[in-house]
Structure formats: C-alpha cells, structure tokens
C-alpha cells in the first residue's frame, strides 16, 4: 500500500489519503501553498502581522517617552 495515493496527487487533488499507524487512513494535504496566490497571500499575511507588531512597538516606545515627559 502506498503511503500517499498517487492517482490524487497526480492530478493535482488537495488532499490525499495516507495510512497512519492501525488507526486507519488519514487525510494529509498534498501542499497547502501549491497556488501563487496562496504564496503571496501568505507572505502578505506574514508581512501584515510583522508591520503591526512592529509598529505597535514602535507606538508603545514614543507613548513611554511622552508619558516619562508629562
């Protein structure tokens, strides 16, 4: 038995079946950023969350200094 059905993978399926220990068959996503517009999606996502911790930091920091001031 293999452990990914090739017949799905091959022809670009989302999910295959893979055995997983006696438990029985297991769906496994083939590649979850198999699409460009899942990628950039992704890093757009990535670049979002950095900008917002980034400049939440960077609010936080000047909020510190005009509160030390007053």
Do not use: N
């Amino acid at each position: 038995m293999p452990l990914v059905d090739e017949e799905v993978t091959a022809h670009g399926g989302g999910v295959a079946w893979a055995p997983a220990d006696d438990r029985g068959p297991v769906a496994v996503a083939a590649r979850p950023l198999r699409r460009t517009s899942d990628l950039v999606e992704a890093w757009v996502l990535l670049a979002a969350w950095v900008l917002a911790v980034v400049g939440g930091a960077v609010v936080g920091a000047a909020m510190a200094v005009v509160a030390d001031r007053a």
